[in-house]
Structure formats: C-alpha cells, structure tokens
C-alpha cells in the first residue's frame, strides 16, 4: 500500500501544481486584458485540457483517504460489519469502473494519437490529456481493488 500512497500523492502533486500553473495564467490574461488590451490567446482551452487531467489525477488519493463522495444515509445505523461489507462492495465497483474508464480513455487517446487530434483555437493536440488520465484512474482502479480485497484499515485511512 505504500507505493501505492506514494503514487497517489504524486498525482495529486502534479494535479496541484497543473491548477496553480492555470491559475497563474488566467491572472495574468485577465490582468492583461483588463489593463493593456493583451491576453492569451485559447487560455481558456488549457483551462479545461488542465482542469480535466487534474480532476483524474486527484482521484487516486481520493480513494485511497476514502475521501470521495459517499451516500451513508441509509447505512448509518447499521452494524459496522455491514458498513464494511458495503464499502468493499463499493470499492470493487468502483474498480470496475475504473478499469472501464481506463480501457476507454486508452482507446481514446490512442484514436487522438492517430487522428492527430487538437483543440480550436490553439491547436493544442488532445491526446496529452489522455496520457494524464489513463495511468490516474488506473491507479484509482488499482487502489479501490486493493480496499475491496483487504478492507479499510487504519493504515489507508490515515494516509
């Protein structure tokens, strides 16, 4: 599990310096337009190109501090030995998701290679995108297997 923590940090370390990298470059557009008429031309397409690469690659250590969204409504009051059983029922769909999502977003980068695909304005190619998400939600697949088999113990709650 700890190389897998150490995988799920770094992603989300390059998620993180992806933002401040977009964040920097809308200031500086909209500080541009806003004063000398400058700004950067398709900022916007690599908002999103980095916004989406850096939403799959926080997603590993989501999982792995069980951070992501659940719906406990239900199971709230019932014995912890179920709650656990339906966690590690969630985790193996979640993984199954993921491996589905992985194979796709495979194709589909291999189809963007290809076809040399590329944004609007900047004719930024897509495919580099693709390359961010695959290994991340394989990752998130990988890290939700290992909870579905071995459970939630302390160790990878308090990572």
Not at 8 to 34: D, E, H, P, Y
Not at 136 to 146: C, N, P, S, Y
């Given at each position: ?120 304005m900047l004719g930024f190619p897509e495919w580099p995108v693709y390359a961010a998400i695959v290994p ?24």
């Amino acid at each position: 599990m700890r190389a897998l923590e150490f995988l799920a940090k770094a992603c989300a370390l390059l998620a993180g310096l992806l933002l401040t990298t977009v964040t920097l470059m809308t200031c500086a557009s909209l500080i541009g337009r806003n004063t000398t008429g400058w700004t950067i031309i398709g900022d916007f397409e690599l908002t999103g190109v980095a916004a989406g690469a850096a939403i799959a690659l926080f997603l590993p250590l989501g999982q792995l501090r069980r951070a992501n969204i659940i719906v406990d409504f239900f199971t709230q009051r019932t014995a912890p030995a179920t709650r656990e059983t339906l966690d590690r029922v969630g985790a193996a769909l979640l993984a199954a998701a993921m491996a589905l999502l992985t194979w796709r977003s495979a194709v589909g980068g291999l189809s963007a290679w290809e076809t040399k695909a590329e944004t609007m304005m900047l004719g930024f190619p897509e495919w580099p995108v693709y390359a961010a998400i695959v290994p991340a939600l394989a990752l998130t697949g990988v890290i939700a297997a290992v909870q579905a088999v071995r459970g939630f113990g302390s160790e990878e709650v308090a990572a």
